[in-house]
């Protein structure tokens, strides 16, 4: 890593330097050291980094120098995959342009559109970042314009293409100038990210800061082998013991984190949950109200594993292990933000062993085994959660399996 030097190397406008001064960034990190120089200078760019990895301040910091503060309409545009991940970026945005003329917009579903419409006519609104689908809906409209834009991102990329946004995507970039620049930012290059690239990006240049086989150096993994039945009474004494602090515990589908949320709860801990059904001023709250400490546990399912930022999570629990190895990874990347240690510990079943097996060939550290916790005397009473479903815990499914680079190869009946 740099220090705070590095950022004044980049001979940036005053004004956004001081910005990101008052925000305490003294230090550059890998993918912000090796990509602000370039997209400075023009170049499209595919960068692969994490989540955590500082790639927001890498893409924002060119595109808040590249903006003209006369020219009136939108000319920076930022393309991620939920509504959270758009708050949060363009408050990033927000903080960084504090004492420029520069407005950034977010643009998102379970939003008003009339309010958003009111900032999109806004003349200091020069920067959008949106999701794929509300922003559609307000270029078919014609309640947003994109002919001036002339810096295109697309972050979290390959969640984007995971989430079925392909056609939104390739439809929004028709209403961009041809030649704007692009730069690409993705956790992994499946083809379609490549195929994407191919069509958008004019000879980018590559930055990978991950590599393709997933480790998680300052994560220390932990396993516990137990039955469905046990899982809850054992959440409770790891809680019980002050073993977790502010833990992210991940449910395989929206009823059982509901469900988990409430049991926790009857039992007088604090815990709030987060998934696609809930309102945005729900999911707002539950965010809110973890990142200042009022809730100790946010029980989430994979909308969260990605993207939002939520600082000093102690732990990262896999309740229900996800079907997919490489979400493994996106989840415990919750912890051990920006180079800190972090704890994630997964509760496995003897239903999860193929994806397990998935996990433990994809990575070079250790995930040590550790003993069910017990409290002499300490009664809990049991929580009967929604089965799982196919694929991800049911007593008879169809096994996923994997080869040595998380790919699926094949399936088989248990």
């Known amino acids: 890593?740099?220090?705070?030097?590095?950022?004044?190397?980049?001979?940036?406008?005053?004004?956004?330097?001081?910005?990101?001064?008052?925000?305490?960034?003294?230090?550059?990190?890998?993918?912000?050291?090796?990509?602000?120089?370039?997209?400075?200078?023009?170049?499209?760019?595919?960068?692969?980094?994490?989540?955590?990895?500082?790639?927001?301040?890498?893409?924002?910091?060119?595109?808040?120098?590249?903006?003209?503060?006369?020219?009136?309409?939108?000319?920076?545009?930022v393309l991620v995959p939920t509504r959270e991940l758009a708050v949060q970026v363009a408050g990033e945005f927000e903080k960084l342009a504090r004492h420029l003329r520069v407005r950034t917009v977010p643009v998102y579903g379970g939003q008003s559109i009339g309010v958003q419409m009111d900032r999109l006519e806004d003349p200091r609104t020069k920067i959008i970042v949106a999701t794929p689908g509300r922003l559609t809906d307000h270029l078919e409209r014609r309640t947003a314009s994109l002919d001036k834009v002339r810096f295109v991102v697309l972050d979290e990329a390959d969640r984007m293409l995971d989430m079925g946004f392909i056609d939104d995507i390739t439809r929004i970039l028709n209403y961009v100038p041809r030649n704007h620049q692009t730069a690409l930012f993705s956790a992994t290059m499946p083809e379609q990210i490549v195929w994407l690239s191919q069509r958008y990006l004019r000879n980018p240049l590559r930055v990978f800061i991950d590599s393709e086989e997933s480790s998680v150096e300052t994560v220390d993994q932990k396993i516990m082998q137990l039955r469905e039945e046990e899982k809850f009474p054992t959440l409770c004494i790891l809680l019980e013991k002050h073993l977790v602090s502010r833990g992210l515990v991940f449910c395989a589908t929206k009823i059982r984190a509901d469900r988990l949320s409430r049991a926790l709860e009857a039992n007088r801990y604090d815990a709030m949950a987060i998934h696609g059904d809930l309102s945005q001023r729900q999911r707002d709250m539950a965010i809110q109200s973890f990142r200042t400490g009022k809730t100790g546990l946010l029980i989430a399912t994979d909308v969260a594993a990605r993207g939002l930022d939520i600082p000093k999570v102690s732990h990262v629990i896999n309740y229900d292990m996800p079907e997919d190895p490489l979400m493994y990874f996106h989840r415990i990347g919750r912890t051990a933000r920006a180079g800190k240690r972090g704890i994630a510990i997964?509760?496995?079943?003897?239903?999860?062993?193929?994806?397990?097996?998935?996990?433990?060939?994809?990575?070079?550290?250790?995930?040590?085994?550790?003993q069910e916790p017990s409290i002499p005397g300490f009664k809990i009473p049991t929580v009967n959660l929604p089965p799982r479903p196919m694929g991800g815990g049911g007593e008879r499914y169809q096994r996923r399996r994997y080869d040595n680079r998380g790919r699926q190869r094949g399936r088989s009946r248990w």
């Open 1 to 77: 890593m740099g220090t705070a030097g590095d950022f004044e190397a980049f001979d940036l406008d005053p004004r956004l330097l001081q910005g990101i001064k008052d925000l305490g960034f003294d230090e550059l990190f890998p993918i912000q050291a090796e990509a602000i120089a370039p997209i400075l200078q023009g170049r499209d760019l595919i960068g692969q980094a994490h989540t955590g990895s500082g790639k927001t301040l890498a893409f924002a910091v060119p595109m808040l120098q590249s903006i003209d503060q006369e020219q009136r309409g939108v000319q920076g545009l």
């Open 346 to 370: 997964s509760f496995l079943t003897r239903d999860d062993w193929d994806v397990f097996e998935g996990i433990r060939r994809m990575t070079s550290a250790t995930l040590d085994e550790i």
